[in-house]
């Protein structure tokens, strides 16, 4: 058959690799847990910020990028022949914008959410897009900066109803004395602490085997080892063995270890400030610990580090981490201007919301469906719903072609809204309305298949004087 020129060629509707689309459930919950987040971080004087998603490529990667380093990020040559790329994180943009607002006020507290972008290679659960959430205070070196970012990632997770997780916190100075006392060499630091960022996930095994001649993993591949001599992994085996400890004790164990080292010394302190804050804030410590084995962005974290395990779905890894980072916005200012953030994947945690069932999945935002049997009254239909939507009642009008009330009802049905009103001629004229519990018929046609059980039980469907309606959907509804 010949094609006909005339009718335009179809478009597949697919999505690009990396990339997906959030259907309504999915949206809806989603907002509802970021409405909680925010709920915490402005009761603490956190202020929105949003930056653009294009920023110039130097931004992002430093005044030495090149072509190579562009395409590892969404760049490209935009209008005037710029280089630019699409945002990967927020703190960047963050450090940019404080350096170029010569009038901000600091310390600058904010938060940002937004969608960012990175050229990985997707998998299960990693996307090329994903929505990131940000917390930062910037141009202070107090610690209590730290504890407010601490105290932020706890409160947050008790107001989304979290009733098992654990905050931990290390101090990056604690481990560049490690290295120092161990005596490694500065250049295989960065390795020494990447493989101890292994420790929870591999083993101490793997770890030791790792610094010396290297192992065979699951696979059957081998991973070369560091080379590091027995006497210096021994050395490391100490810190190891201290590091198994938790909290205050962690302290003093590590002090009596590296208390000569002058850095180390340094984050022993600045932990147990943070913690002297926490008590003061009454934080639950149930929820916060000392954990000495903390890495976090070698290239990025200079101080307290810190990174939240929900401890019902560890397989979940961190879902809200950062640190102290001292050293970003100077890169555009020439001077050091402290800062501390964290962030959380809300992708991850919604995820988690969901399977530990703190937020239900829901189609519709709707409460109401106004069912429409007369056409001829459609202006009555209409002021009623102007009624209940000025008294807060989130309300939708049947906009179908139907005049069908079944099918009506079957579409509230099918996108999960709890109530519909029927109005048809008969009720207008004793000024009556009749309310269906669409989410009780729901309930008890799991429980029955007898339809005149399901019609005869109580408060599915309720006919009343119109002046009525209003107060009995806000105490259903309540």
């Known amino acids: 058959m010949a094609k006909n020129k005339n009718k335009p060629d179809r478009v597949r509707p697919q999505v690009l690799k990396g990339f997906r689309d959030y259907p309504p459930a999915e949206q809806i919950a989603r907002q509802e847990m970021i409405a909680k987040i925010i709920e915490v971080f402005e009761l603490m004087g956190f202020l929105p ?42 703190t960047v943009s963050l450090a940019r914008y404080v350096a170029a607002d010569p009038n901000i006020v600091l310390p600058f507290r904010r938060y940002q959410y937004g969608n960012c972008w990175r050229v990985d290679k997707p998998g299960p659960g990693r996307y090329r897009e994903f929505m990131q959430f940000d917390i930062d205070i910037v141009g202070s070196q107090n610690l209590l900066a730290d504890a407010e970012i601490i105290a932020a990632m706890v409160t947050v997770f008790e107001h989304l109803g979290i009733d098992r997780f654990i905050v931990r916190y290390s101090n990056r100075k604690i481990l560049n004395g490690l290295i120092e006392y161990a005596g490694i060499p500065a250049d295989q630091g960065g390795d020494v602490m990447r493989i101890i960022d292994k420790l929870e996930k591999q083993g101490r095994e793997a770890v030791i085997l790792e610094l010396g001649p290297g192992r065979t993993d699951k696979s059957g591949d081998k991973i070369v080892g560091l080379g590091i001599s027995e006497t210096k992994i021994a050395e490391i085996e100490r810190f190891l063995d201290i590091a198994g400890t938790k909290g205050s004790a962690a302290l003093d164990k590590v002090e009596s270890l590296l208390g000569e080292i002058e850095i180390a010394r340094e984050g022993i302190e600045e932990l147990r400030q943070i913690d002297k804050f926490l008590d003061a804030m009454k ?14 962005g070698l290239g990025y974290y200079t101080g307290p580090v810190f990174e939240t395990t929900l401890l019902d779905l560890p397989e979940y890894g961190s879902v809200f981490s950062g640190g102290r980072y001292d050293n970003l916005v100077g890169r555009f ?7 501390v953030g964290s962030s959380i994947g809300p992708d991850r945690l919604l995820a988690a919301l969901i399977e530990l069932k703190k937020l239900k999945l829901r189609k519709s935002v709707s409460k109401v469906l106004m069912t429409v049997m007369d056409r001829e009254r459609i202006n009555d239909y209409l002021v009623l719903v102007r009624e209940l939507r000025q008294a807060g009642i989130a309300t939708e009008v049947f906009v179908g072609d139907t005049k069908n009330l079944t099918k009506q009802i079957k579409y509230g049905d099918k996108v999960g809204i709890p109530f519909a009103v029927i109005i048809g001629s008969d009720e207008f004229e004793r000024n009556e309305v009749t309310v269906k519990n669409l989410d009780a018929g729901r309930e008890k046609a799991q429980q029955t298949t007898d339809r005149e059980e399901w019609l005869k039980a109580e408060d599915i469907q309720v006919t009343m004087p119109r002046s009525e309606l209003l107060d009995y959907l806000k105490q259903h509804l309540s």
């Open 49 to 90: 910020l949003q930056t653009p998603s294009l920023e110039f490529a130097s931004t992002l990667l430093g005044p030495h990028y090149n072509q190579d380093s562009l395409n590892e990020l969404f760049g490209f040559i935009g209008p005037d022949e710029v280089d630019m790329a699409l945002r990967y994180e927020f």
């Open 283 to 296: 934080i639950n410590r149930e929820h916060t610990e000392v954990d000495l084995t903390i890495v976090r």
């Open 333 to 339: 200012t020439g001077k050091s201007i402290p800062g």
